[in-house]
């Protein structure tokens, strides 16, 4: 059964940090572009960054640009986000997703989803 699980979530002040990571099960992400994804409290789904399978090319949103990190370790068949100086607005379900890579878009079109992992920033 394919699967992808996000870890790495939780409750941190305004100016910390957390690393996530999207781990698989099922099958080797190594072929995979990956992506992180996040959907707060009335909002929509955004992208927030993206991985190409040989790591090569990324991708962030402007609002995340300096302050998260994605990579990847294919021999442990996980894709990390590194995100520093939280802010406020950092708040929400955060997701990974695998699939092709999109080289009009810079991303991973999503084929495979987790379920999600909680960040919140709160003081």
């Known amino acids: 059964q394919l699967q992808l699980v996000e870890s790495g979530g939780g409750l941190v002040q305004p100016g910390g940090f957390l690393r996530l990571s999207c781990a698989a099960s099922?099958?080797?992400?190594?072929?995979?572009?990956i992506g992180w994804f996040r959907q707060a409290p009335g909002k929509e789904r955004e992208g927030v960054s993206c991985?190409?399978?040989?790591?090569?090319?990324?991708n962030y949103a402007d609002s995340v640009k300096g302050r998260f990190t994605i990579s990847r370790d294919n021999a442990k068949n996980t894709v990390y986000l590194q995100m520093n100086s939280l802010k406020y607005e950092d708040t929400a379900v955060y997701y990974c997703?695998?699939?092709?890579?999109?080289?009009?878009?810079?991303?991973?079109?999503?084929?495979?989803w987790g379920q999600g992992t909680q960040v919140t920033v709160s003081s």
């Open positions: 997703a695998a699939g092709p890579w999109s080289v009009r878009a810079a991303c991973v079109i999503p084929k495979y």
């Open positions: 991985i190409s399978s040989s790591g090569d090319n990324t």
């Open positions: 099922g099958f080797t992400l190594d072929a995979y572009a």
